[in-house]
């Protein structure tokens, strides 16, 4: 088994801009969703593309949300994860919408139309690592090209 | 891009008893958090070992909570996704927490005590998967010895 360490502010930076993929939390009168989504990173916050229909769309304005990108290694039992909250908000003005959309080249995994682009800022961010001598970013399974 | 397909509740069932580790989503007077978690299926509902002053053992008492498990491929971009929602349950029976022991050997990849068993029914299963013609269940990271 092994000790847990909490990851510096840096170290948390570096591993959320490094990814793809995440889970995003949104409560709603029926208590909280989990919801796996594409995302950027743009400054301090997350970017997460969805629809006004979604429960993001419907729950996601202005509310407390929880962003989280992880990996786990099972075969040697330890992991790293990352978290972080904030404010939720949509992304409406046309000049913050055409900056999004020359920085960060939409690539979905999966179909389908996604026009609202929800922002979650980094209000809060705290990582931990499992075990130690081991660097999380020497075992991810992606890295976003720069 | 790939379309989005629902998962049967028998593949949810197999791919969440396969696992050993995922998250899960409790409410706060702040909003939603998620906590990486190590986890067990009895029967049909989630098991997580937690404690008392986590933030699962002060929330998730009798609140609706949300568990995911998850497999990303990044390399094809395509993976599957499979959530719980439930009443979570701090189970305190001595007869049930005996045969828990006996049924789930905890090995868990974090130090510390965990005393607390907080059990999710699988009131509401649902699953999808990225991408067709391929098995989930052939690209597992891990599977569970039964």
Redesign the interface.
Known sequence: ????HDLSRDDCARLLSAG??G?V???TP?????I?VNYAVDGESVLIRTTAYSLLGTYGRD??????V?Q?D??L???W?V?V?GRGAFVHDQDELAEIARSWQP??????QRNLIVRIPWTEVSG?Q?GGGWDPWEHL??RRLA
Chains 1, 2 share one sequence.
């Open positions: 088994m092994h000790t847990t793809v993929a889970r939390a949104v409560g029926n208590g909280p969703h989990i796996p509310a407390q949300l929880c962003f989280e992880d786990f099972y075969e039992k330890r992991g994860s978290v909250r690539r979905p995994w999966a179909t389908g931990r499992l399974p992606v």
